[in-house]
């Protein structure tokens, strides 16, 4: 399975660094295909006075050495047309957030560098509407056909991220992975979906407690992949700290998730 973790911001190099070293792990793990992954700009936080991050060029120059230390793949987001370029000659896979994911100048650009692009489900949209955010990418890359299978050659994902349901609230339909697998592979951002945007006063709050078992049902209906931020210490987080994982509480999720995966088989 897709397996994309690491903490959501790069807070600094001690923590970027202490994180990855406990992640290796599942990088070693032959049934796991590892991505880490930290933002080096969290563009669209609630607040201008929120952290943000180190930005592009320190933020990359990290990511890198994270990967020629431990030899990881890497994914982390890009938010304007000129970045990906930029951040694919480090990056492995370049996500697309999810407020963006139907801005064409920054999915084409995307799709013009070799990397993976990862597109997240706006939290305001149909799950059917994705296939033409992927459809950008396909055709621009050559592409005419579509299908999941065509979609995982040309190195084309679609992230699950929740829904907005009322204010401040996310709900997860389970019915958007089968709709959105017709056209791509799915992953499904386990910590992401339990967030509540805006609603701790300028900031984003969360609901880590349901992380592991909609994880276990994602696990149960079939997902390609799974997404995890994960943080030592996630209620000292500088971004999304309510919704993050501890790494012991990842490992749990993980477990369960290879279980339910196993029996499946």
């Not at 992927?134 to 040309?154: D, Q």
Request: glycine share 8%; net charge neutral; hydrophobic share 40%.
């Amino acid at each position: 399975m897709i397996l994309i973790a690491g903490p959501c911001s790069i807070e600094s190099r001690d923590l970027l660094f202490s994180v990855a070293e406990k992640l290796t792990k599942y990088n070693e793990d032959k049934t796991i295909n590892f991505y880490f992954k930290s933002s080096f700009d969290k563009a669209n936080r609630t607040s201008i006075n929120s952290f943000r991050g180190p930005g592009l060029q320190e933020g990359i120059k990290l990511l890198d050495e994270v990967k020629k230390e431990f030899g990881f793949k890497i994914l982390t987001d890009v938010h304007e047309s000129y970045q990906p370029p930029i951040v694919a000659q480090v990056a492995d896979v370049l996500q697309i957030p999810a407020f963006l994911c139907r801005q064409t100048d920054l999915l084409v650009a995307s799709a013009k560098t070799d990397a993976v692009v990862n597109i997240k489900k706006g939290q305001f949209l149909n799950p059917t509407d994705m296939r033409y955010s992927v459809k950008k990418v396909l055709e621009t890359r050559g592409i005419k056909e579509e299908g999941k299978e065509v979609a995982r050659k040309a190195k084309v994902w679609l992230t699950e991220r929740g829904s907005t349901f009322g204010y401040g609230n996310l709900v997860v339909d389970m019915r958007s992975f089968l709709i959105m697998s017709e056209f791509a592979p799915v992953v499904f951002d386990a910590t992401h979906s339990v967030q509540m945007p805006g609603v701790v006063g300028g900031s984003s709050g969360g609901k880590r407690e349901f992380v592991a078992p909609l994880s276990r049902a994602a696990a149960a209906i079939g997902v390609d992949g799974f997404f995890f931020e994960t943080h030592s210490n996630p209620d000292a987080a500088l971004c999304d700290g309510p919704n993050m994982l501890n790494l012991e509480a990842l490992d749990s999720a993980i477990n369960d998730i290879k279980k339910i995966q196993d029996s499946l088989k």
